[in-house]
């Protein structure tokens, strides 16, 4: 394969423009720019080449240029991934962006049902369902910039998956298409469908290694009629799990989204100008509770104080703070969405995205703490995250007044410390933000040898030439931990 030449005249590019329009097919420094960084600086781009088809044929005529010229091909729709998924490792991986294609092709609101373009922004789609009357519930803290293709292709969870899941949870169908450039498409919007091995899940979470999402069909459900957020202090973590449940019970499933948040993560946030004042400092663990309901006839405050008044009667509940208004409801989620931008400002820090089963969170904390502090006392743990799916952001900060980079160096010693104590869990050390770059080697020691060979082989079945993203994800994983030590990255 020749190599991809700085120059516009490299016979893909020239092939590609040919295709989809010299406008789209971007080669100059400056212009790729934005397509070769990355969320965390770990995994800067080294890509010479983006391709923008404007629709799904545009999409297949690219992957078969890029096959056929022996270049392999790395998807990017918002490029907000965390874990360098997105990011091209070298100069003859051509960056596929699906930020041409916004179109939302149909709305049935009856129907409950969305088919849109893998670049309509999360915030877009979130719109036009309430445009319609309907309610799109999946929601992160990147949904202005982060596009559906992309939230897709990694399960994105976010702020309220105990309530209505995963991104796959809301997801119909979709239309693919695959490495030898073919489009397997299915938009029906079937609610029940038996009919052979489930194609959808596949793709959802594959993190451009098996195809190109080019659409989706997705579930609309009745908007919320009415919310409530509450802060509660807690003098414990053991209690927590159980108020969430009590409270879900009490409101009949009402729990949107249920935040446990250290007194140091809160702290961390209030190191931002615009994070309120904690209402109830002195406790060492806080959660936010959200609720909210389409049903008109439920009383949420109702629900809320027969949740809390069995906590407080057993001291499992050290204080309480209803949000009166939404403008204070904004404020208390403040508190927590401030919290990994104040981390930042504290210095160097690695991170954990981890998930145990809810139920083991509170015996996972000591421990994973007791083996970060037995490396280093004077580190500082950030924790927080969504309890009820027993996922948890479990960061450190670098101790005060050491050098960063000496604390950045160490990460592997303080990722393996962690994820040995997941593992002891029988938990996931990826649990929300995929796979990419930066956990893939980690991935290859803790996950099960025998589920990553059964995606290694799926991995071929569906892109025998390693096409798409290659050395990414889970299939990738097992290539590493088959790999002899010493021997470097899959390619
Ligand atoms: C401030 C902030 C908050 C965040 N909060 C959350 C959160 O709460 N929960 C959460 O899960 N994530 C969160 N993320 C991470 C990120 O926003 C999600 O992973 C998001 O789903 C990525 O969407 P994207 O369009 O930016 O994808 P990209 O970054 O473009 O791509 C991500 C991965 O998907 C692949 N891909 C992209 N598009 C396609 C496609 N069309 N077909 C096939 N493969 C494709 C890429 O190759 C890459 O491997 C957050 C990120 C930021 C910056």
Redo the contacts with the bound molecule.
């Keep these: 394969m020749p190599a991809m030449s700085k120059t516009s005249a490299h016979p893909l590019a020239e092939a590609l423009r040919a295709r989809l329009g010299a406008a789209d097919v971007l080669t100059e420094p400056a212009r790729i720019a934005p397509y070769m960084t990355e969320?965390r600086g770990q995994f800067p781009g080294q890509g010479r080449l983006v391709a923008r088809p404007a629709d799904t044929d545009e999409v297949a005529a690219t992957v078969t240029l890029c096959r056929q010229h022996g270049a392999t091909v790395?998807?990017?729709?918002?490029?907000?991934?965390?874990v360098g998924?997105?990011s091209p490792r070298h100069g003859d991986e051509v960056v596929l962006s699906?930020e041409r294609m916004q179109r939302i092709r149909s709305l049935d609101a009856d129907d409950g049902l969305l088919i849109a373009e893998?670049g309509c922004t999360l915030a877009d789609l979130q719109e036009a369902a309430a445009a319609a009357q309907r309610f799109f519930p999946l929601s992160?803290?990147?949904e202005a910039?982060?596009?559906i293709?992309?939230?897709l292709?990694?399960n994105?969870?976010?702020?309220n998956v105990l309530r209505y899941g995963n991104a796959r949870n809301l997801t119909l169908g979709l239309e693919v298409v695959l490495a030898d450039g073919r489009v397997w498409s299915d938009l029906r919007g079937l609610r029940k469908d038996n009919s052979g091995y489930d194609l959808r899940d596949l793709f959802i979470g594959s993190?451009?290694t098996l195809?190109?999402?080019?659409a989706a069909a997705l579930r609309l459900l009745p908007p919320p009629r009415s919310r409530r957020v509450a802060l509660l202090a807690l003098p414990r973590l053991e209690p927590a799990l159980a108020l969430v449940r009590t409270a879900q019970a009490e409101s009949g499933d009402a729990v949107v989204g249920a935040e446990l948040m250290s007194a140091e993560a809160l702290g961390m946030g209030q190191r931002l100008d615009d994070t309120p004042e904690n209402p109830l400092p002195g406790s060492p663990w806080y959660l936010l509770l959200e609720l909210a309901t389409a049903d008109p006839r439920a009383d949420l405050d109702e629900a809320l104080a027969a949740a809390l008044e069995p906590a407080e009667a057993a001291g499992d509940l050290a204080d309480a703070l209803l949000a009166p208004t939404e403008a204070a409801a904004e404020r208390l989620w403040r508190l927590r969405t401030a919290i990994?931008d104040g981390q930042k400002r504290a210095g160097a820090s690695i991170k954990h995205d981890i998930s145990v089963r809810p139920g083991y969170i509170a015996a996972f904390v000591p421990e994973a703490l007791a083996a970060v502090t037995e490396l280093d006392p004077a580190v500082r743990p950030c924790i927080f995250g969504h309890v009820g799916d027993g996922n948890l952001h479990f960061n450190l900060s670098q101790p005060e007044h050491a050098p960063p980079e000496a604390f950045q160096a160490r990460a592997g010693t303080f990722h393996r410390a962690v994820h040995d104590v997941v593992r002891r869990f029988g938990g996931s050390v990826a649990a929300?933000?995929?796979v990419?770059q930066l956990k893939r080697d980690e991935v290859a020691r803790c996950a099960d040898p025998v589920g990553l060979e059964l995606m290694h082989r799926i991995k071929h079945a569906l892109d025998p030439e390693n096409l798409l993203?290659p050395g990414?994800g889970a299939a990738a994983a097992h290539a590493a931990s088959a790999a002899p030590p010493g021997s470097g990255a899959p390619s």
Aim: net charge neutral; aromatic share 0%.
């Design positions: 969320q790395v998807a990017q729709s918002g490029n907000t991934g965390t998924g997105g699906l893998a992160l803290a990147s910039q982060c596009r293709g992309g939230n292709a990694t994105a969870g976010g702020l993190e451009g195809g190109i999402i080019t990994p929300e933000h995929g990419g993203n990414k």
